[in-house]
């Protein structure tokens, strides 16, 4: 059974940085396309960044510029560098896979948090 697992969130002041990881483990698959989301309280869950299964990238307008989503292979990891962080990005981030079955994983959530 594939599980995601997901690390890096904490508690940051505005204009500094955090790495998100997210790590695949389990059955095998297939990548259609691989993303991270957030949903800050009482708010939709949006798209922020998302990697095709050739390496394509897209982001959110919010976040141009700012973050960076990429991956390791042999790790079968997919990090977000999160930089020059706002307040407004204070959110729970979710590693978001969907294989080319279109079968959806999620990771458990990580907190990020950015004082100002």
């Known amino acids: 059974q594939v599980q995601l697992v997901e690390s890096g969130g904490g508690l940051v002041q505005a204009g500094g940085s955090l790495t998100l990881s997210c790590t695949a483990s389990g059955s095998t698959f297939d990548i259609y396309t691989m993303g991270w989301h957030r949903q800050a309280p009482g708010k939709q869950r949006e798209l922020v960044a998302s990697?095709?299964?050739?390496?394509?990238?897209n982001y959110a307008d919010s976040v141009k510029g700012r973050f960076t989503i990429s991956r390791d292979n042999a790790k079968n990891t997919v990090y977000l560098q999160m930089n020059s962080l706002k307040p407004e990005d204070t959110a729970v981030y979710y590693c978001h896979i969907i294989d080319i079955k279109f079968m959806n994983y999620w990771g458990q959530g990580t907190q990020v948090t950015v004082s100002s």
């Open positions: 990697m095709s299964r050739r390496a394509s990238t």
